[in-house]
């Protein structure tokens, strides 16, 4: 099994990238391959000029084909998703997400803000065609604190609605047909 971890935050340390790193361990530890990306890993000038010919936009998007899952995490700005998260999935193909089961993160000031993973990050997923968008984990900032080095501190119960979330969405990557599988399926006929 094999999972592209995306983090959206433009700012390091980062409460949402804090919550991701959560994931990231845990599914690890569960045998999954973990790829992980920052938003940093990408040049600013090829986000915002997009540059498809970008090395790093590149290997993103070959990765991401054979990868199962992916799990991404952001900050709400503006009542949405961050900007620079939003520069980088303009850059993915049409169907990045075919076939892949996304958990989606995301961290804010305001609990007003608990829907900005529904109404704005949503859409984007499932114009890339996600297979399956589980049921996100939403925090505000008073339920992380210390997330400048691992663990972050999480308040018990958003612990436990990410570690649910992270179980269910294993169990989902697991009922799937694993992408490895499909493609030799896809060779041998
Ligand atoms: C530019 C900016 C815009 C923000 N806009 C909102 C907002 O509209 N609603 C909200 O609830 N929080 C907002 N916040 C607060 C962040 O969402 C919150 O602190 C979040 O946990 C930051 O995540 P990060 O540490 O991963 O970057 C904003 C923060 C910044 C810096």
Redesign the pocket.
């Known amino acids: 099994m094999r999972v592209i971890s995306l983090?959206?935050?433009?700012?390091q340390?980062?409460?949402?990238?804090?919550l991701l790193e959560v994931g990231e361990r845990w599914l690890t530890a569960r045998g999954v391959e973990v790829i992980s990306y920052r938003l940093q890993d990408f040049a600013a000038e090829d986000l915002l000029f997009a540059n498809f010919a970008s090395p790093q936009l590149k290997q993103l998007i070959a990765q991401l084909e054979s990868a199962d899952g992916l799990i991404i995490?952001?900050?709400?700005?503006?009542?949405?998703f961050?900007g620079a998260l939003k520069t980088l999935l303009d850059l993915l193909p049409e169907r990045s997400l075919e076939h892949k089961v996304v958990l989606p993160l995301?961290?804010?000031?305001?609990?007003?803000?608990m829907l900005?993973i529904d109404y704005a990050l949503k859409p984007v997923l499932t114009s890339l065609k996600a297979q399956e968008v589980l049921q996100g984990v939403f925090?505000?900032?008073t339920l992380?604190s210390d997330?400048q080095t691992f663990p972050p501190n999480l308040q018990p119960t958003l612990e436990e609605r990410l570690l649910e979330s992270l179980d269910n969405f294993y169990v989902a990557l697991s009922r799937k047909p694993l992408i490895a599988a499909r493609q030799r399926q896809t060779a041998s006929v």
């Open positions: 983090a959206g935050s433009p700012r340390p980062s409460r949402s990238t804090a995490s952001t900050p709400v700005y503006k009542a949405s961050s995301a961290t804010a000031g305001s609990i007003g803000h900005a925090a505000d900032d992380v997330y």
